[in-house]
């Protein structure tokens, strides 16, 4: 089972309620596939609830299951966005973390995202 943070919630004020627990084998399963289009994984995203009560998952859901890490703290830390988003943001973020990250390009949360992650990932992550 994978608990990611509810559609809705702030991490901020989240409680238990606003967990949602995915069947992660069906997402490891949904991150192979060639394409999946919007509608398409927020209905599979919702039939691998496995409380029927809780929020709608993450549109990222897909993409935090298929990271080889048993937690994934996922952030929009201020301090990386500033440097990030600048027209030498790739470099300077090099020049920073050097083989330590590994930088994908903008795309709209949701598949396509954690396709390109996976892929990404897989080419240049290192043990470091």
């Not at 897909?62 to 943001?89: C, E, M, Q, R, W």
């Amino acid at each position: 089972i994978l608990y990611v943070k509810g559609s809705g919630w702030d991490l901020i004020s989240i409680k238990n309620a606003g967990f949602s627990p995915v069947r992660m084998a069906h997402m490891i399963k949904l991150g192979e596939l060639e394409s999946l289009s919007d509608p398409q994984m927020v209905n599979e995203l919702k039939t691998q609830l496995t409380n029927a009560s809780a929020p709608a998952p993450s549109v990222e859901t897909i993409l935090h299951a298929i990271l080889p890490f048993k937690y994934v703290d996922h952030t929009h830390a201020d301090a990386v966005v500033t440097i990030s988003n600048t027209a030498s943001g790739e470099d300077r973020i090099r020049e920073i973390y050097g083989d330590r990250v590994v930088v994908v390009p903008y795309v709209m949360p949701g598949f396509d995202l954690a396709k390109d992650v996976g892929r990404l990932f897989s080419e240049h992550a290192t043990d470091k």
